[in-house]
């Protein structure tokens, strides 16, 4: 069975920063791809940030480019999205998904974690 644990989110400030974990078990995790997803209340899921592990490739949001930066540990099976410069509009439950394929689309992933909350503060 296919697990996504996301933990790290929490309250901080604008312009502070926060590091999310997503730990998979139950699949090869080098052959997947990790996607970080949000979505804000009334709001439309978005993609924020993806990496591909068996090569390292990523991909950002206009949004978040230059603030975000996602990182792959395939010894831990754990995918980290470190948050800089952290915006009210940054606030959101953020998700971590995973599939084969690399995408900016939520419905191309297969395995969601449960959500953890970012609130940022003005």
């Known amino acids: 069975e296919v697990q996504l644990q996301a933990s790290g989110g929490g309250l901080v400030q604008a312009g502070g920063s926060l590091r999310l974990s997503c730990t998979a078990s139950?699949?090869?995790?080098?052959?997947?791809?990790i996607g970080w997803f949000r979505q804000a209340p009334g709001k439309e899921r978005e993609g924020v940030s993806c990496?591909?592990?068996?090569?390292?490739?990523?991909y950002y949001a206009d949004s978040v480019a230059g603030r975000f930066t996602i990182s792959s540990d395939n010894a831990k099976n754990t995918v980290y999205l470190q948050m800089n410069s952290l915006k009210p509009e940054d606030t959101a439950v953020y998700y971590c998904?995973?599939?084969?394929?690399?995408?900016?689309?939520?419905?191309?992933?297969?395995?969601w974690g449960q959500g953890t909350q970012v609130t940022v503060s003005s």
């Open positions: 139950g699949l090869t995790f080098d052959d997947y791809a």
């Open positions: 990496i591909k592990n068996v090569d390292g490739s990523t």
């Open positions: 998904a995973a599939d084969i394929v690399i995408s900016r689309t939520a419905s191309s992933y297969a395995y």
